[in-house]
């Protein structure tokens, strides 16, 4: 059974830093691709930061400079490291791991964990 689990969210204040943890079991971690989504009060889910399973890293231009999403292929965990966070972070932030095998796409989701940034 695949399960992923965050970890680290929380109240911070502008400027501050946080960092998301992601615990993957159930799954071949190294061969799937890892991103991190969030969900903001009235807004759709938006890919915020993605790694796929060769190492490669990209990012939302909102983000690019702050965030650095990083893994732990032996510890089956990803990581989402935050810094000189805004407001418009605030979010529920989501795991996902994805694979496409032979044409069949396999998606999973975290439960999520809040950041908020406010003063």
């Known amino acids: 059974q695949v399960r992923l689990v965050e970890s680290g969210g929380g109240l911070v204040q502008p400027g501050g830093s946080l960092r998301l943890s992601c615990a993957a079991s159930?799954?071949?971690?190294?061969?799937?691709?890892m991103s991190w989504y969030r969900q903001a009060p009235g807004k759709e889910r938006e890919l915020v930061a993605a790694i796929t399973s060769g190492g490669f890293t990209n990012y939302i231009d909102s983000v690019k400079g702050r965030f650095t999403i990083s893994r732990d292929i032996a510890n089956y965990r990803v990581y989402l490291q935050m810094n000189s966070l805004k407001p418009e972070d605030t979010a529920v932030y989501y795991c996902?791991?994805?694979?496409?095998?032979?044409?069949?796409?396999?998606?999973?989701w975290g439960q999520g964990t809040q950041v908020t940034v406010s003063s």
């Open positions: 159930g799954v071949a971690f190294g061969t799937y691709a």
């Open positions: 996902n791991a994805r694979r496409v095998v032979v044409g069949t796409r396999y998606d999973y």
